[in-house]
């Protein structure tokens, strides 16, 4: 039995193997076990013979299977680390770099075009009351020009999703006047709209207002020529339409040709061959003075600009939802 045990362990190779030995041959119900238990019915004579054998056997048997163990042990430590082992001659793997995001793009330019006529950039909140997002931008509960913008209204009552950036103008100029200001608004806005290619629930805008004295219409004018010409090179055609917000008096909003469709026609543009960029005017008297300003000694232009639609014009982009479909394939084709 002692010969066979030591063939068998011999030939075991893993730790589980090892322990299927022990408990043939050691185990409780193990074969020499059984003979151990067996001893005491052999004959008084022979019993300290065959007890001191088999209890010789059993101690050979354990310190074999104690070395067995630790050679298996070693084996597979060593085996785990081979396997482990980093192979610092392999080409390290290519680190993929970020980019920017377009409208991120877009903002930043809008900003170092705006700073270089003078204009600081502001920060509003998006989640305004109904007294920063209409009243005091000249309209009161009820009037009807509210719903030129499709709200989104909060389970909290008065509190709004900003619909325009229309209501930093007032914060910023609370917080500055009587001086004169000079300043651009970024940032997300919200509409309960219907999601088309040209319009999302959520994009951009960037606010601008000036108030000072003496300021008039050519100024707004002369800085939309200017940034246009930066933006997009000189010659670039536009077009302002007269247009109606409570908050501006006279207003207009502004066009840029088509590039889309070359001015054909597409519907980016509606088919007109002509894009909407922004919505503009002189700051209403009332809106002044809800402002802290006196409207007797000052005036104001202010614009909301939609830059989406002018990324889109300049990526060649013809849908307005890939800006926040967070797909990668559209980033590495802007990049
Ligand atoms: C306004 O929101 C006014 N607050 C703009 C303004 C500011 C006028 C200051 C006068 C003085 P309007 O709703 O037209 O106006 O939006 C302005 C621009 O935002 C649009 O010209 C368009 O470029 C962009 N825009 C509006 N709605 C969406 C939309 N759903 N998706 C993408 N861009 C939009």
Redesign the pocket.
């Known amino acids: 039995l002692r010969q066979q045990a030591i063939t068998a362990l011999t030939s075991t190779s893993t730790t589980e193997e090892t322990r299927a030995w022990h408990s043939e041959y050691l185990g409780r119900k193990g074969r020499l076990t059984g003979i151990l238990r067996s001893v005491g019915a052999v004959s008084p004579e022979e019993r300290p013979r065959i007890g001191k054998l088999a209890n010789e056997i059993k101690t050979a048997l354990e310190e074999a299977l104690q070395e067995r163990q630790t050679a298996i042990e070693q084996a597979e430590l060593e085996a785990a680390r081979n396997k482990e082992l980093i192979d610092v001659t392999l080409p390290g793997r290519p680190q993929t770099l970020g980019k920017m995001h377009p409208s991120t793009r877009t903002l930043r330019e809008i900003a170092d075009i705006f700073a270089t006529m003078g204009f600081l950039v502001y920060d509003s909140p998006e989640v305004e009351t109904d007294e920063y997002n209409f009243q005091l931008?000249n309209m009161p509960p009820g009037h009807p020009a509210r719903d030129?913008?499709d709200t989104f209204y909060t389970t909290t009552p008065d509190v709004v999703l900003r619909?325009?950036?229309?209501p930093g103008?007032i914060h910023a100029m609370r917080q500055y006047a009587p001086e004169p200001i000079r300043i651009i608004l970024p940032g997300k806005?919200y509409?309960y709209?219907q999601?088309t290619a040209?319009?999302?629930?959520m994009?951009?805008?960037v606010?601008?207002?000036a108030v000072g004295k003496n300021i008039t219409f050519s100024d707004l004018k002369g800085t939309f020529m200017n940034y246009a010409s930066q933006m997009y090179g000189e010659g670039r055609k536009m077009r302002f339409r007269k247009?109606y917000?409570p908050?501006?008096e006279p207003?207009v909003?502004v066009d840029i040709d088509c590039v889309i469709c070359g001015g054909k026609g597409c519907n980016i543009c509606k088919y007109t061959g002509w894009l909407?960029?922004?919505?503009?005017?002189m700051?209403n008297p009332r809106v002044l003075e809800y402002g802290g300003y006196d409207p007797a000694e000052y005036s104001g232009f202010?614009?909301?600009?939609?830059?989406?639609?002018?990324t889109m014009q300049k990526y060649d982009i013809n849908d307005?939802r890939y800006f926040f479909s967070n797909d990668v394939r559209f980033l590495e084709r802007i990049g």
């Open positions: 931008l030129l913008w619909t325009h950036t229309s103008q806005c509409r709209e999601v040209r319009s999302e629930s994009f951009y805008q606010e601008g207002l247009h917000f908050f501006t207003s909003e909407e960029i922004l919505g503009a005017g700051v202010a614009f909301g600009l939609g830059p989406d639609r002018m307005i």
